[in-house]
């Protein structure tokens, strides 16, 4: 082992003396600065030791992360559901108001909701637009499943609901379920 001294160096105004650099050159060719081993330059990898190590860290991680972000993905998917559906609702209101006219939000199947215009009691002419398939139906995504507690809702050509109703969405994966209310005013909202 041999080592090395660089000596004192003036810093500054030359009243500041820099601090002593000492270097220690191993059998094996490496340098320690300062109690740290640095490598050759040119020598290449990492150790068997240090890899597995990370490999470990990596593994660790995962699991404590992989619960929390399931849990998070169903809660999400079980969201967007809701808040799909309550797009849909909205667009109906809308069509209602802008052609002057009542709609029906009727449901159909457990991931499906159709808009039937000109009608009081859901019978009146399939309105097909943005969304729709060719028969007019807005399929919800992620196979999210809507039922209705109450009787189908019906927008007037003010954007009002002639009758009120709670749509329930759930998440088919882990039953979660969400609500998703129309108020007779119109007013269309999310709920636990």
Known sequence: MRIEDSGRQRVGLGRTPAPTLTTIREAGGSQVYFGVAMRRIGSAGFSLVEL???VGVIAVITSVSAPAFVAYWRSATLLGGARELT?????GRQVAISQNTTVCVKQGG???V???TGGLVCAGT???GPGTDANGWFTLQN???ISSATANVVFNYMGAAT???????RNPINSGTMTVTVALSGRVTIGP
């Open 52 to 54: 597995l190590v990370l």
């Open 87 to 91: 797009t849909i609702i909205n667009r």
């Open 110 to 112: 457990s991931t499906q």
């Open 114 to 116: 159709q808009f039937l």
């Open 126 to 128: 399939v309105w097909t």
């Open 143 to 145: 196979n999210v499943q």
């Open 163 to 169: 009758t009120a109703g709670i749509y329930t969405v």
